[in-house]
């Protein structure tokens, strides 16, 4: 594309813009109007983040057990009923606690016992990942969204607003200072709402972040214990070879 090319592109812009104005197409009205309406985009934001926000923590607060002690009073109970071939017993020990995430597990590992021990680790990693933290993550990834998008609508009601103030004074009319100041202020508000939004919502995450990964913590190092009672014994003839 040549200069030429550019030039012809600009003339036809001057001319859109000119038809648009002699048909009565307000730009300072538009720009007036968007700037309104970003209010009404950072509440859909912010309303959306919280939404995500109270979903991942009634999740994790449900997956997970209350206290360490707790979770291991339920493995000290469990894993001798494990390797004693107790599965029924285990499986309504399980049952009766499969609103939390390691029961669940549990039950699907003595659900599939046939399939060997590498198998289960194999699954067990699987459901970890797809069915455990892949919902949470999506979430978070939403709250993380949220934060990024509140000091963009900001910035975005901030300018729609600074040009409809222009647009007043360029006018050439005589305009009232109150109706600039209503301009501004509208631009330093849509900005303020924005990092309103931004601020706690980054702790919000925070917090999500250091809860998910307890959770994952404590379910990973609760399959490993109860991964060991379904692990094939070691051959005692080849260790008294060695």
């Known amino acids: 594309m040549n200069i030429n090319d550019f030039t012809q592109a600009f003339s036809q812009g001057d001319a859109l813009v000119g038809t648009l104005a002699a048909s009565g197409f307000n730009f ?4 007036h109007t968007l700037g309104d309406a970003c209010f009404g985009f950072l509440g859909i934001n912010f309303a959306w983040g919280l939404y995500c926000v109270i979903l991942s923590w009634r999740r994790t607060k449900q997956l997970k057990f209350r206290t360490h002690q707790d979770q291991e009073e339920f493995l000290n109970e469990l894993l001798p009923k494990l390797k004693s071939g107790a599965f029924d017993e285990a499986t309504e020990m399980c049952e009766a606690k499969s609103l939390r995430a390691l029961p669940r597990l549990i039950l699907t590992v003595i659900a599939n016992r ?13 459901l ?6 892949g919902p949470l993550e999506q979430k978070m990834g939403w709250v993380a969204t949220t934060i990024k998008s509140g000091p ?13 103030a222009f647009g007043r004074i360029g006018t050439g009319e005589k305009v009232a200072p109150h109706m600039i100041a209503h301009d501004i202020s509208i631009a330093l508000i849509c900005t303020a709402l924005g ?13 999500l972040n250091i809860r998910s990964k307890e959770l994952l913590e404590g379910v990973g190092t609760g399959m490993t214990h109860v991964l060991t009672c ?3 014994p070691k051959n005692k003839g080849a260790s008294n070879a060695r």
Do not use: C, H, K, W
């Open 128 to 133: 970890i990942q797809r069915d455990l933290m």
């Open 28 to 31: 300072n009205q538009l720009a």
């Open 114 to 126: 046939r399939i060997g021990y590498d198998g289960l680790r194999e699954q067990v990693g699987e």
């Open 230 to 232: 379904f692990r094939p």
């Open 152 to 164: 963009l609508l900001g910035l975005f009601g901030t300018v729609l607003s600074m040009i409809a």
């Open 195 to 207: 990092l309103a939004t931004a601020i706690p919502f980054s702790y919000l995450l925070a917090s």
